[in-house]
């Protein structure tokens, strides 16, 4: 197990979301001799040329062919391995949509696909490599967990939580480098489990992935106006954690989800699925990108072009608590 | 068995196919699950390693269908080798069977995998052969496809790969009748020169007589060529055995009536 503290935490963050995934799959290899990890030819990419220098035996690149991929993995699950398959977010959960939907959903073996840089941080390789719908689709398959850390840390606690967790997962991996750090000292994580990170009565900020950092500075600014927020780190968009929206649609006023993905059938759409069962509920607004393919730049540059920064969310917030107040 | 004894293990495949064909009353593959009989009948009558009393023993020969639209030259074989009961096989195509149109994994009815979407049983095949050598296991792993199939990408993404890793474990028989599912293959999607092609892509690639239970025993079993998969082009009839719906794509997926069902098992042949 890999303990968060400040030191760990400050690296972690330099090292970013794909290092950070290859330095959890290395801790855990020693602990686990039937980890197999496979690449559709991303493995530097993917921050596994230590583990695949270490551990040769266990890692296979199986060339730029993830359909295969998926289908090898599945076959190596099928015999008791804890398999890792990883690509890039848009070639993995959608070029191998139905091997993923055949071998993880419907046959429910033991793979975790692990979509490296998804939402936006593919910057200016454009939209042919951004993770934008990957969710909605993985979410929409029976039998898958989907997680989606909020920070380097948490990328490490998931990494050794699937590994213990046996069952079919989809790890959307977001954030670039120098990651902003949620967890400075270790936490419980659990699967399916959403943390609070911060209690408020007026508005619930709602997060997943990159953006829980985001809703924490976006708490910051908003209690500085006099708003009180409450900050739920929704790691795991599946199996939703629906206590935890039961209580905030009781205790706030506006409920908020942010996330690095299309408004659509991502965490807000979880979110408003499960709100939709109720008589009452506060207002909810989903915070994400827009349903077009949009101009490319750099990881910063689209994250306040999409009004993803919390500057940016604390306006938008902000405006749409005052129609409600 | 012998070959006498597997020539009458597929008559009593034809057979049971047609009374399930019957009595679910509705369309099935026939066409395609007939062309597979002796290639299944050599499977389960002589080559494959299994125990009907211990579905899951370890080591085990392991065969997936790919081509899963063939599941009446299967779960036939299955009945069989005495891995499916009589019971079982009568609910073929039933609503909630365990035997539906496409195979649903299911070990204890040594169902290994999944499949009804084509190009997807290779790559799983390539997984269980990694895992048996990274296993020490010398079980063998059987992948029945179809011709039609190979249209599919992944199928040469795993064609590839399973030379590539020197998987000489592996075995894959393509079921070569040269009819898919809108007519002549030749016509749609020429593959033509296939086991040429194969034996290029580093396969230990032959052609054989898919219907000559000796010759399909004698490809699927001669030693491996060290370090290559061994694909066997198998040619076949579509719906074979059956005079009326020999290369007649009509019976590609079709329903058998009271008359044709008459007609079709005088056929067969008495079992022995």
Redesign the interface.
Known sequence: MMEITPANARLWSRLGSRGMFGQAILALAGSDPKLMVLSADLGNSSGLERFRNSYPEQFLNVGIAEQNMIGIAGGLAKEGFTVFATSFAPFISMRAAEQIRMNLGYMELNVKAVAIGSGLAMGLLGNSHYGLEDAAIMRAIPNLTVVCPADCGEIAKTVFAAASHHGPMYIRLTGSVNTPVVYQADYPFEIGKAITLREGKDIALIATGSMVHAALETAIRLEAKGISCSVVNMHTLKPLDTGVLEHLCTTTKLMVTLEEHSRIGGLGSAVAEHLAGFGQHPPLEIIGLADKFDKAGEYPYLLDMHGLTPERLTETVFTRYQRIA | MNFDELENMARFMRRNILEASLACNLSAHLGGGLSIVEITATLYGRVLRFDPKNPSWADRDRFILSKGHGVLGFYSALLAAGMISEETFKTFQHNGSDLIAHPV?NPALGI????G?L??????????????R??HQNHKIYVLLGDGECNE??VW??I??AA??KLDNLIAIIDYNQLQSDGDSRKIMDLGGLSEKLGSFGWDACDVDGHCIPELFSAMTRPPRPGCPRVLVAHTVKGKGISFMENNNDWHHNRLTQANFERAIAEVGEIQ
């Open positions: 994994m290994e995998s999944s499949n979407s190009g997807h049983g290779l790559s799983m095949a390539i997984g269980l052969a990694l895992a048996a990274r296993k990408g992944s993404e795993s590839m790969s590539q890793f």
